[in-house]
Structure formats: structure tokens, C-alpha cells
């Protein structure tokens, strides 16, 4: 499985767009890269799934350069509720059926007034 | 729509006690199960996972267990609780494709 590296805290303000990265040097061929957000004492939530170059959806857009050694999950205007911890995965692809995938410490995000 | 139900949502329990855990899944049929567990202050750990009744995987070594009498039924438990039992557990599910749903979860604490 794919090691990722991101960083561990963030800071925004309200409206800003706030970019978090991840590292992923050893991904492989089929692996897809998958953002998940978690607010306290709640499980993870689906925010994107990507495998290159670019998508977008209602809550956010994942951005994949060519190598695919690392991605951007950005998020536009973020407001209070945006506070949460976001993780990056990387591992089986879209049509694997099922996950072994285990999240790492992920990002917290603290977006103030 | 599909829904995942977990309970308890919290639970106290001394040491040597034994636990279960309940998830259940509507709206889909033959999911994959997962349990996950979180320690304060860390990632998810992923504990075990099922693609089928009675097709259990274990990830960690530790003194649970898990069972899938149903298809949209998994059970967390152990017979003995350890302090370092103690921590947020999660049961997800997914269909078809790795994008997770997870449940509200269960917080245990052991004394």
C-alpha cells in the first residue's frame, strides 16, 4: 500500500480556500486517491475520489498532477463547519470491491472567524 | 437510500468483561463490513473486514473478534476487555467500490 505524508495541522479563515497536500511517492499503477473528512466523535465522511488530473464535485475539488506522487484536496471558501480532520488514502482501485486501507493521522483543519 | 445502524453508542465497562458490538446495514445487499478502531488522539485502525457471511479477516492480533451471522449484520466482541480496549469504534460499509460509509460509532471506555 501507498505511504502518504500529510501535514498535520492547518489554519484558515472563514471564506478562504484552503489547499491541503498529500504525498504519495509510491503509488502504484491502479491505486486511487481518496479524501475523507471527520468531525469529533463522528465516523469519516467521503469527500472526493480522483485517480488524475482533475474532479470536482459540490463540496470540493481534487487536483492530481501527471506523476500522481502527490494531490490537492482544495476547498473553496471555507466556513466553521469546515473545522474537522481530512485524510488522504491511497490503495486499491475503484473497482476493487472492497478496502483494506488504514488512515493515518490525517489533517486537522481549524478555520477561525 | 442505504443506511448503516451501530450500537451501542457508548459504553463503560471494567476490565475482563466481555463486549459486543452491533452494526447493521439496510438498503444494499451483500456489502463489504468493516470494524475500525480510533484511539484518542490517532488515525483509524482498521480491525477487520468481511466480504461475505461468515468471511471474516482479521488485520490486527488482538483479543476481539468478529462475526457475520447476516448479511448486512456484523458483530465486534471480546470476551475479556483490556484497558487498551478502550477507544472509538466504527463499523463502515462499502459496495462494489472502496468509497467507505461509516456508522456513527460506539465509544468504550474500560476501567
Known amino acids: 500500500l501507498a505511504k502518504t505524508t500529510q501535514p498535520i495541522s492547518m489554519d484558515s479563515y472563514e471564506g478562504q480556500e484552503v489547499n491541503i497536500t498529500c504525498s504519495h511517492n509510491?503509488?502504484?499503477?491502479?491505486?486511487?486517491i481518496t479524501w475523507y473528512q471527520q468531525f469529533p466523535s463522528q465516523g469519516p465522511r467521503f469527500i472526493i475520489q480522483g485517480y488524475k488530473t482533475k474532479v470536482t464535485n459540490e463540496v470540493a475539488s481534487l487536483f492530481i498532477p501527471a506523476d500522481r506522487k502527490s494531490s490537492t484536496l482544495s476547498l473553496p471558501r471555507v466556513s466553521l463547519s469546515d473545522t474537522a480532520v481530512y485524510y488522504c488514502?491511497?490503495?486499491?482501485?475503484?473497482?476493487?470491491?472492497?478496502?483494506?486501507?488504514?488512515f493515518g493521522k490525517g489533517t486537522m483543519l481549524l478555520v477561525s472567524p | 437510500s442505504q443506511t448503516i445502524h451501530q450500537w451501542p453508542a457508548t459504553l463503560v465497562q471494567p476490565v475482563g468483561s466481555p463486549l459486543s458490538l452491533e452494526c447493521t446495514v439496510e438498503g444494499t445487499s451483500n456489502p463489504n463490513l468493516y470494524w475500525y478502531r480510533q484511539a484518542a488522539g490517532r488515525g483509524l485502525q482498521l480491525l477487520f473486514y468481511s466480504v461475505g457471511i461468515g468471511q471474516i479477516s482479521s488485520e490486527v492480533p488482538q483479543n476481539l473478534s468478529a462475526s457475520r451471522p447476516q448479511d448486512r449484520q456484523f458483530i465486534l466482541s471480546s470476551k475479556k476487555l483490556l484497558l487498551s480496549d478502550s477507544g472509538f469504534y466504527l463499523c463502515?460499509?462499502?459496495?462494489?467500490?472502496?468509497?467507505?460509509?461509516f456508522g456513527a460509532g460506539s465509544r468504550l471506555t474500560v476501567l
Open positions: 463502515a460499509w462499502s459496495r462494489v467500490t472502496n468509497v467507505l460509509t
Open positions: 509510491n503509488i502504484a499503477t491502479n491505486d486511487y
Open positions: 488514502l491511497v490503495g486499491e482501485g475503484a473497482d476493487s470491491g472492497y478496502s483494506t486501507l488504514t
